[in-house]
């Protein structure tokens, strides 16, 4: 049975265990990180720009070290389990855009798109090691999909 740590690791890395669940665990947390950031926006009715930027930070922290450690375990360099790049990726996409309906379906969307296309330089990131690389190459998807999305946002006149 494995140790406290190496749990704690795959319930970090798998994003509270979506990663665990057989299909698109990659697209199951980044419509679940979309939910919850529209539930957190719906019920304050803002989101702190401060706040989001933590919590980026510290999802993308924590996924360094935990996709590492599920890495080492499952002598994978990039296991799917291991969707808390998607959170964090999903997360920055979302970074001082409007959170309306459109921008959340948009965002989600247009994060995949760049997460599984990979144009340049995201496909390179990949092979930085360890929990990095896991990371990096989402990171730079939702840079891309946030940028597109207030592009988009900007000519709606948002």
Request: aromatic share 8%; glycine share 10%; net charge positive.
């Amino acid at each position: 049975m494995p140790g406290i740590g190496a749990r704690l690791s795959l319930f970090v890395a798998s994003g509270c265990y979506i990663g665990l669940i057989p299909g698109a665990p990659g697209t199951y947390a980044s419509v679940a990180t979309t939910l919850v950031l529209y539930l957190v926006y719906h019920y304050s009715h803002r989101i702190v720009p401060a706040l989001h930027v933590s919590a980026v930070c510290l999802i993308t922290a924590a996924g360094v070290l935990a996709a590492a450690e599920v890495a080492r375990n499952r002598a994978d360099k990039d296991p799917s389990v291991v969707v808390a790049d998607e959170v964090a990726g999903q997360l920055l996409a979302f970074l001082l855009v409007p959170l309306g309906p459109l921008n959340l379906v948009l965002g989600t969307l247009l994060f995949r798109l760049f997460d599984i296309w990979k144009p340049f330089p995201i496909r390179r990131l990949e092979r930085l090691p360890g929990g990095v690389g896991i990371m990096a190459d989402d990171l730079l998807a939702g840079i891309y999909a946030n940028l597109v999305l207030q592009l988009v946002t900007r000519l709606r006149g948002g």
